[in-house]
């Protein structure tokens, strides 16, 4: 018989601890990356949505209590959305909670992350933007800096399952990597940059 207290779940990390975030969010601020939204950043997230065909795309970045789109896109939208907190509807807003989302555990994984049903999955069937935002299906990858440090991640995100497959992965690692490229090239271009 279990005990009054047992909790079924309570077996399961629903949000993995971060034991980076700290030490992250320094290297993000020698990147000159903080909590504002980067044209950049919303150009590639717009052209990740084309390439992948998802109606969600967001280069995402972490601290200790939340998740920030530096870059973002969304569904019928020529731009990226205007920044604003996340909100309990469709239209995603550019900050996240740590505990809502799968950008979180592929952060701590390290590796890519391809939920094409969410849903099948009693670990991320759970989460609250299945039922806030209506998310069933979700593709990531991390963003590892040339320090070793995962800096955030880039992913795509569909309200209704999809069949990503191996080549979903391939493009959202590959995709990853060439994100990553471009930060250490603006790293180059903001240590050129003379301090007044």
Same mark, same amino acid.
């Given at each position: 018989?279990? $005990?009054?207290?047992?909790? $079924?779940?309570?077996?399961?990390l629903l949000t993995p601890e971060d034991r980076e975030a700290p030490a992250r969010v320094t290297r993000l601020r020698e990147l000159g990356i903080g909590d504002a939204p980067v044209? +950049?950043?919303?150009?590639? #997230?717009?052209?990740? #949505?084309?390439?992948?065909g998802a109606p969600y795309a967001m280069v995402n970045f972490m601290d200790e209590h939340r998740q920030y789109f530096a870059g973002l896109y969304t569904p019928g939208s020529d731009r990226a959305v205007e920044p604003g907190p996340a909100q309990a509807s469709p239209r995603a807003g550019r900050v996240m909670a740590c505990d809502h989302g799968y950008c979180p555990?592929?952060?701590v994984r390290r590796k890519a992350l391809v939920l094409e049903d969410v849903c099948d999955y009693p670990r991320f069937?759970?989460?609250p933007v299945v039922d806030e935002i209506g998310i069933r299906s979700y593709l990531g990858a991390p963003l590892i800096d040339r320090t070793g440090m995962v800096?955030?991640? &880039?992913? &795509?995100?569909?309200?209704? $399952?999809?069949?990503?497959?191996?080549?979903?992965?391939?493009?959202i690692k590959s995709?990853?990597? +060439?994100?990553?490229?471009?930060?250490?090239?603006? +790293?180059?271009?903001?240590? #050129?940059?003379?301090v007044p």
């Open positions: 018989m279990f $005990p009054t207290s047992y909790d $079924p779940t309570g077996h399961l044209p +950049e950043f919303d150009d590639f #997230a717009r052209r990740l #949505a084309r390439i992948t555990h592929v952060v069937a759970g989460n800096l955030g991640t &880039v992913c &795509v995100v569909a309200q209704e $399952p999809r069949p990503w497959g191996r080549q979903g992965l391939e493009t995709t990853a990597a +060439e994100l990553v490229e471009r930060i250490h090239r603006r +790293e180059r271009g903001v240590r #050129a940059t003379p």
